[in-house]
């Protein structure tokens, strides 16, 4: 009887146990960064580094270099608080601007939205931001006691609150002008209505709402 080898058992199979793919630590450090930037997820992040990194290598030195100088220049003006390179902004320093006129707006994007407009003569107060309870935005973090003491330096007649019609730019407006009326300053809040050019009735029900609510009475022409 011929004793035939016994069939050695299977090697079962062993998980690949390599180096697990990573980013290298500067690019894993860029991606992070990037994050920074509002709305960018990881995964966008990382789309934005390999593409700086595989695809526009100009653009993204250019980019570092004016992050680095805007960061090194950059400051807050100090009469209105936008951004400028000199402690007061030129327009701030223009002889030309009304000083008794003061426009509240929520950031310097709706300061220039304002100037491109050529309907505004006065000085401005940027708040960098708006009241925002649930995101941990307080009155001091969109600067409302540089703002009051601002309105009162005696040249300033009139608080123009231009913040946005959305539900935190009225409740910043409402706590803008609660303070200002209680130190005896005129306030105003630009008036919400129809767009120029607008017809009635493509125009939404709560603006059209809006619209009647601020009516203001017609003068017969001189
Ligand atoms: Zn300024």
Redesign the pocket.
């Known amino acids: 009887m011929s004793s035939r080898p016994l069939a050695q058992p299977r090697a079962t199979a062993q998980p690949f146990v390599g180096c697990p793919m990573k980013n290298p630590s500067s690019l894993e450090e860029l991606i992070e960064s990037l994050r920074c930037l509002p709305g960018v997820g990881p995964k966008s992040a990382q789309r934005m580094a390999f593409h700086l990194l595989q695809r526009d290598h100009a653009g993204a030195a250019r980019l570092g270099q004016a992050l680095g100088r805007s960061l090194e220049r950059i400051k807050h003006?100090e009469?209105?608080?936008?951004f400028?390179e000199e402690d007061?902004?030129e327009?701030?320093r223009s002889p030309r601007r009304d000083a008794r006129l003061l426009c509240v707006v929520e950031t310097p994007a709706d300061m220039l939205m304002m100037e491109q407009a050529e309907c505004f003569q006065g000085l401005?107060f940027v708040l960098m931001g708006r009241l925002s309870p649930l995101d941990g935005v307080g009155p001091k973090d969109i600067h409302l006691d540089r703002l009051i003491k601002r309105a009162e330096d005696g040249v300033v007649r009139e608080v123009i609150v231009a913040t946005n019609f959305t539900m935190e730019g009225e409740a910043t407006a409402h706590y803008i002008a609660e303070l200002l009326l209680a130190r005896d300053i005129k306030v105003s809040r630009i008036a919400r209505g129809l767009p120029v050019g607008g017809e009635l009735e493509h125009v939404d029900s709560g603006t059209l709402a809006q619209a009647v609510i601020e009516r203001r009475s017609l003068q017969a022409a001189p």
Not at 79 to 82: D, G, L, Q
């Open positions: 003006c009469r209105c608080n936008t400028t007061v902004c327009l701030c401005y």
